[in-house]
């Protein structure tokens, strides 16, 4: 595509998107016209997102972090507000540190945490659906990352046991019965173990907090997302693993944190 569009191209674009209920059309339609290579490759973007296709999945990458992320069709789509975790587990990490991204997805919260960190970090993530591990392979490869494929821990080398830094967990932690609530781009095109956290969305949670002591170096961290009205619970979880839990909440991005870290 011309990397000046018509104002007619981009004004049939926004029409289109807007007419399918893209709030952000003005701004989708920058993306998909600088995306697409040819007019007919244009075409079929703007009709798989009219049709409700996320748009990272459409074009094939999220922005992220400062990033750009590959995310693969089905792939967990890494959301603005993960940067205020990511944010929180750099000035966390020193240089050398040992980080694992559990649950990672796309790997967008590893690939954040390494590329601002000065040294470099051993960094390894792990996810449980195939797509997700090809994909984040891709995005860790630039920062020497190895990718896992497994349930939680389980994927993990045994040599990880007791030396981990920071143990970035993005664990599912939607209840169950408010996925239907969830905007159809996600409930459709998301993978559903990447969103459901169970009765109350904190049953992947106590997994990993139940064993993440045993992974943690002391004083290593494990930090994780939650929603405010799951803190006071999320809290409480971490500190039954015997973790010192702590919560940070960023306003603009409406994002809670916990910190949780072994004791030396």
Do not use: K
Not at 27 to 42: F, G, H, K, N, V
Not at 75 to 97: I, K, Q
Not at 183 to 201: K, Q
């Amino acid at each position: 595509m011309s990397v000046f569009p018509s104002a007619t191209l981009r004004s049939s674009v926004v029409s289109r998107l807007r007419t399918a209920g893209c709030v952000f059309a003005e701004d989708e339609a920058r993306i998909l016209l600088s995306a697409a290579a040819t007019p007919a490759e244009l075409a079929t973007m703007v009709r798989a997102r009219a049709e409700g296709r996320p748009l990272e999945h459409v074009v094939g990458w999220a922005e992220f972090a400062g990033l750009r992320i590959a995310v693969d069709p089905g792939v967990f789509v890494p959301r603005r507000r993960s940067e205020h975790l990511v944010a929180t587990a750099t000035a966390l990490t020193g240089p050398d540190a040992v980080v694992v991204d559990l649950c990672c997805g796309s790997g967008a919260l590893g690939a954040g945490l390494a590329a601002t960190t000065r040294g470099g970090v051993e960094l390894h993530a792990a996810d449980v659906d195939p797509a997700a591990v090809r994909c984040a392979r891709r995005n860790l490869a630039p920062y020497g990352g190895h990718v896992h494929q497994g349930d939680l821990f389980a994927a993990l080398p045994a040599g990880l046991r007791g030396r981990v830094d920071v143990l970035l967990a993005n664990v599912p932690y939607v209840p169950t019965a408010d996925i239907g609530l969830l905007p159809p781009e996600a409930r459709l095109h998301e993978a559903l173990p990447a969103l459901d956290g169970g009765a109350d969305g904190l049953d992947v949670l106590r997994r990993v907090a139940a064993d993440a002591p045993q992974w943690l170096a002391p004083g290593g961290s494990l930090l994780f997302e939650t929603s405010e009205r799951q803190t006071p619970a999320a809290l409480a979880i971490a500190g039954d693993a015997g973790l010192r839990a702590t919560a940070s909440h960023h306003e603009d991005l409406d994002a809670t944190v916990i910190t949780a870290t072994r004791r030396c």
